[in-house]
C-alpha cells in the first residue's frame, strides 16, 4: 500500500512539472521542427533538373535540436565520376535562447573554417517571419580524393546554429 501510494505521489508530481515546463518549450520545439522542416524544403527547391533529394529524416533531440540527416543524388556526370555524385549531410539544428548565445556557439564550432557567401535567408524568414539580423557560413574540408571529399559545416541564422559534416562521392 505504500509504495503505491509513493508511486502515485511520485507520477502526480512529475506530470505536475512536466505541465509547468512542457508549455513554454512546446513553442520551441515547433519552431527547430518548422526550420528543419523549411531547410529541407529550400534544399529541394535549390536542387536543379538532374538533381533529387534521395532521403531526409528529422530526430528530435531535446525541445531545442533536432538531428537532420539527408542524402542528395546529381546525376550529372563529372570527370572523375562518369555517374553523378552523391552527397550526404548529418547536422545538427539548435535553437538558442538568444543570437548572442549562438553566436557564442557558432564561433567555437566554425573556428579555423572557411567563411563563405551567408545562407538562404528565407529559410530564417519563413519560420521566424523577418529576415535573420545575422547570417553566415563557413565550411572545412577535412579530406580529399578521387574518391570522395569529407567536410564540417557550421551557418548560423540569429538564435539557429546548424553544425555537422558532410561528404560527396561518385554515385
Known sequence: ??????TIIVLVTMLSVAGCIGNPLSSQTSQVNAYANAYINATKAYLGPNVTLASSN???????????TMTIQDTTPISI???????????NIKQFDNANDASNFFNSTSFGYTPRAPADSNIYQQVMGHA?????YSIQTVSLSLFGESFNIAQQQDEFVIYGTGTA???
Not at 58 to 68: E, F, M
Open 169 to 171: 562521392g561518385p554515385k
Open 81 to 91: 565520376w562518369s555517374n553523378g555524385s552523391t552527397y550526404t549531410y548529418a547536422v
Open 1 to 6: 500500500m505504500e509504495k503505491r501510494l509513493l
Open 58 to 68: 528529422i530526430v528530435q533531440n531535446g525541445s531545442n535540436a533536432v538531428q537532420l
Open 132 to 136: 535573420p539580423k545575422i547570417n553566415r
